[in-house]
């Protein structure tokens, strides 16, 4: 029997080490500012718990080469899906780098970004201790459908969630649509990432600007 799969959902995958040391650098000034914002609520609460989120990074020439490396790639993977995207010019609507708390409890419940064309990670901070992202089944119609899985399938087109562990220096392109979220971190290690969204708005809609 011949198979086709159809209706797939990629995630694209790259390992890019060389912008570890500089981003972390570049971003600790963000996460520390992040900290003092909040700092009579952790002197009253703890720590427990916190995702430290830092301001808009996309004015920072700081990370003027990740935004330019993954700005192409993200372009590339919607070329790459089948858009026609000679009619389209990407822009970058948010980037910013969170760490979650050390004493653990940090995460994030599942959601997608409003009218988001790619959205991405590159992680700086992370290991096996550490959270990682997972990603949902983005049909409906298989959510409405969804039977009981075999015990220890791994891998197979009927999972619901799929989870990820990423090392520092990976990079994960994937469909806006894609709705994803982050596991509980235990706070045994520092867990860091910088995530940003994209849309594709259509050449002569940019030109009238």
């Known amino acids: 029997m011949k198979i086709e799969e159809l209706f797939k959902t990629p995630i694209w995958v790259e390992e890019k080490p060389e912008f570890i040391k500089s981003l972390n650098k570049a971003s600790d000034k963000y996460i520390n500012a992040s900290k003092k914002r909040e ?21 920072d020439n700081d990370f003027i080469d990740l935004r330019n490396y ?37 995460h994030h419940s599942a959601h997608v970004h409003w009218n988001q064309h790619v959205s991405g990670f590159y992680f700086l901070k992370c290991n096996e201790n550490t959270s990682y992202p997972i990603f949902h089944e983005p049909r409906t119609g298989a959510r409405a459908t969804k039977l009981i899985m075999k015990p220890n399938n791994g891998l197979a087109h009927g999972n619901e969630l799929i989870h990820f562990k990423p090392t520092p220096g990976t990079i994960m392109i994937f469909p806006g649509y894609l709705e994803h979220e982050f596991a509980v971190d235990f706070g045994k ?10 849309q594709a708005i259509p050449k002569m809609m940019a030109k009238d600007a």
């Open 189 to 198: 290690s520092p867990f860091r990432f910088i995530h940003w969204n994209i």
């Open 39 to 59: 700092k009579e609520f952790i002197k009253k609460n703890g720590d427990f718990g916190r995702s430290y989120h830092s301001t808009p990074l996309l004015d």
């Open 70 to 106: 993954v700005g192409q790639k993200s372009w590339d993977f919607l070329d790459w899906c089948g858009f026609d995207m000679q009619r389209y010019t990407t822009i970058f609507s948010e980037m910013w780098v969170q760490e979650f708390a050390k004493k653990g409890g940090g």
